[in-house]
């Protein structure tokens, strides 16, 4: 049986109920799964289009092929959540950090302060250009998406980068903006 | 026939030859409807997945059921783009800005500086919280929402407030990284 | 006849009136020519010893000899007035950089955020030094200057650099502290 | 006879010479009743028609009528040039200040952090507007207009407090964009 | 046995060895209650005099005799690292927060913004106060510590919140600027 | 017999009195010495056990051994008092720092904007790294620890500098959070 928060936010907009069978069937395999529906998947379930908007576009971006692995991806959600404080983002990205990596210590510090990670080439420059577009998105030039190549990454990766960049600058606003809570489970996971 | 532009952003990341049907029959309707092919669609059309998520939550938000009109929505892209200095949002939305006002003059001072405009309370609480959520969301507390409540917008409305905001802020992100840029059709519509 | 804008500050500084035979006549030449009485000229006109002395400094800046094309003078008036979002002189000079250049993208462009234009690099070495002492002038080294000298700038130019970008910086200052607005006729000028 | 400094910025711009005969007899002038000619006369001295332009509008900023006490004026300037951190307008008009006032601590104390000085209402409001124009002067409104005019000022006080916070930016800018260096000469006077 | 870091900062300043007779004893007793020797006294023991001088410190104002709590301190502690993003020191004081309170959740939630936690306000007022002071401490008026009193602090406690964010805004940039590490015993405690 | 300032803080925390006699006789030699019991000592002197922690830190920071000079320690302060702008710690170590150099325009520069003094290679090295760790210690890396070992600074050094750095980042907000005044024989001391 689903367990359903009782408020994902501070907004009162309750889930539709009884939700969709597609949807239904959905936040059952997230419980099965992740022993948990993330509370993000709850806040939009007052609106089946908007959650599906957002979960299309979510699976795409994390979980749709790309020359970035699922940990960097997670890595990239992180540093970006960590310079926008988003609580919500940094506890479910964070321990998603923690599980892929199965090093507990990389989460923290990608929440705490990300150049204190020991990284490698490729990431450094990554997460360098995630944190340059989140913070002065407008000053990127062709020197910065160069500084990627030159490491390795594809257009298409740079592409992907960028858009998870965007996607966290949305998403830790709509948080932050509506006081999202992050279910309670992520807090113990892969410590 | 579709006018197609020949690189949309910095990347090399050609559109798929021949797009899938559904795609080209949407493709086809913007040309004849706004006598061009956004760009950002041509810019995603490298992939259809990526494309179908981006147009699924773009069309939700800008398009869907709200307690906001449409001339809203596009004052919120506006001056969220604005502090981000987004040229290619700017841009298209500053030309809808024109269109859906009849007042060329609003979409400049959105452009340029939404303080001068002359609007009511309703849009000036609207777009002080556009503006905090943009610049600085972890500091938003209830107060924060509450001024919106204040002045009439429901808690529904304060979520489509949020996430207009939030997708804003992921758009001038993405087209900033890439160096997407507007078709040149937009400068001089509803001047 | 002298078209006159019924009060072009916030503040209740009525013209001069009659005004001295001098600035009628300079009024009328504005009307004559440009086709309005710039309301910078009607907000200083309460004061005439105030409308000369900036005047002559315009002038001098904007019209006297210098390295600098009158375009390029333009072009550092909207850069300083797009970074403090200055309505007025963004509208005004953003129509002279369209004039000027014959290339409306170019001032849109400078409007919304300069590095998306496709400048040679005498004048992004230009911009950027606009840019630098505009947001942080007291961090200017020998280095900024060379910079300037590298790309072809004489010591007198770099002394206009800086002349146009203090001179903006003051104006974009008096015309937001006053809530100056520009003629209507500006926003349709050179599209 | 005039203490001419070898080279008061870092460009090379020799004064004209001989100077024009008004120059001169007003360089005499300063000679006779300051001890010096002030640098920034000397740096702009290379081209009379501009230094006739900066001297009009500083006399009539300065010296000309206006509800501003000098001692006012010079507070603005040295709380401007404190946030620019202008060592040149810090040196000259710091010791204005301490001059001006008899008070040599309240000249430090404007220079340090205008904060921590005991100033009466009226001059608290004055350098909060100083200080909110200075640093972000398009979020002007009515409101930051009305905190002047509820403590007494008028609307052409309003205008002369926003001309003094626009010239120190303009000549902060243009004095570190060159490295223009005060007259020894000021730091040792009224302390 | 004391559990020597092998360096714990970037820093190659060996212990002094062997350690004074005091120091050791000092060590051993960290060892025993804590089961580490905190690296921030690792790192400080090439230099008696050094270390002794930060260990009396600290000990008064951690462990002093104070109006605020243990926790409160600790709470201080973190929400001053989190904005300046000091990895040592989250980590340490974040361990401390979660052990005092109980509340691992409070622990996480200091470490990522703050205002997302339920405090009430007395705490509230303590911790917006660290929150300026540590950011603009320069704009600091007797209306902040009037916030304090009237949440009913004393002027004894408005020193200590003063010397605790002091404190904690030198030992970041100590940590920060060289490296310091924090043991790994923290990451796990009081999960 | 010690000169003693009425309130040397906002705060109501009056010496103990009778001071105990090492407490006394240390104040003593101040007043011998300097001339005056500097107003911090008075402030901490309201609990002798925070001030002997803060004296035995100041001590071996200032007058303890080091690769540092005197002078190059004050001048630390005085850079970082200035980025805080803490009036109580510019004018006290402003001047020490003219006093220091027996070149009262050093001590000016240093306050009003260390870029203007004519610095050598180390002390620029130095300072530099004051100020970015003042603003952003979290963005340190080894390149910043190199920089400054390529101008001839040991790791203890650097050590020093970090010290110096946190140290008056502690102190410029305890003296500004309590409304510290400095003595007033500092302002004329060294002109």
């Known amino acids: 049986m689903t367990d359903v928060t009782d408020r994902p936010t501070a907004l009162d907009l309750p889930m539709v109920d009884p939700l969709p069978a597609d949807t239904q069937k959905y936040f059952d395999i997230c419980q099965d799964r992740l022993g948990m529906v993330p509370n993000v998947l709850q806040a939009y379930a007052f609106d089946i289009d908007k959650l599906n908007a957002f979960t299309a576009m979510y699976n795409d971006i994390m ?11 997670e890595m990239i959600a992180v540093v970006v959540s960590s310079i926008n404080k988003c ?7 964070g321990a998603a ?10 989460g ?33 030039t062709e020197a910065d998406r160069d500084a990627l190549r030159q490491v390795g990454f594809s257009d298409r990766d740079i592409w992907d980068i960028a ?17 999202m809570r992050p279910n309670d489970g992520y807090h113990s996971q892969a410590r």
Chains 1, 2, 3, 4, 5, 6 share one sequence.
């Open 63 to 73: 979980l749709g092929p790309s020359g970035l692995s699922k940990l960097e991806r």
């Open 87 to 93: 609580f919500y983002c940094l506890t479910a990205h």
């Open 97 to 106: 950090v923690r599980a892929l990596s199965g090093d507990p210590m990389l």
């Open 108 to 140: 923290e510090m990608l929440v705490m302060n990300w150049r204190v990670a020991d990284l490698d080439t490729r990431q450094t420059a990554m997460l360098t250009f995630a944190e340059n577009i989140t913070i002065a998105s407008a000053k990127t």
């Open 163 to 179: 858009s998870l960049v965007g996607f966290y600058n949305m998403t830790n606003r709509v948080a932050s903006a509506t006081d």
